[in-house]
C-alpha cells in the first residue's frame, strides 16, 4: 500500500497525482504538504516555485501586497500552484520587504547617531 501511496504522490517531474477513482481519500493529501502548504516530494524535500511562477507572482506582489481569497484561487489555477501556496509566498516576500525597510530604517538612524555624536 505504500508503494501505491508514493506512487501516485511523485511522478518524475514530483507532481500530485490524484489517487484511484475507486479510492475514499481526497484529490489532495494533507499529509503531503509542507507546513507552507507547499508538496513534500520524496525524501522529504519541498518543490520549490519555477522562474516563470515567482516572476509572475513578484508583479503582482508590485500592484499589490494584499490578495483577496478569490484571486488567490486564480493565481493558483493559472500558475499551478495552490492557494495556500500563493498566500505563504505574498506572506513571505512582506517579512522580507519589512526586513529591508527595518535595514534602511537603521542605517538611515545610524547616520544620523554618528552625525550628533560627532557634534558633541
Known sequence: RRKLHDQQINDVHGSIRPPPSNSKKPDHDE???????????????KKRLNLEQVRALEKIFEL??????????????????????????????????????????????KKQFDVLKSDN
Not at 502548504?37 to 525524501?43: K, N, R, V
Open 31 to 45: 499529509d503531503n504538504l509542507s507546513d507552507d502548504g507547499s508538496h513534500m516530494m520524496l525524501g522529504g524535500t
Open 64 to 109: 499589490g501586497n494584499k490578495l483577496e481569497p478569490e484571486r488567490k484561487m486564480q493565481l493558483g489555477k493559472a500558475l499551478g500552484l495552490q492557494p495556500r501556496q500563493i498566500a505563504n509566498w505574498f506572506q513571505n516576500r512582506k517579512a522580507r520587504l519589512k526586513t529591508k525597510q527595518l535595514e534602511r530604517d537603521y542605517d538611515t538612524l
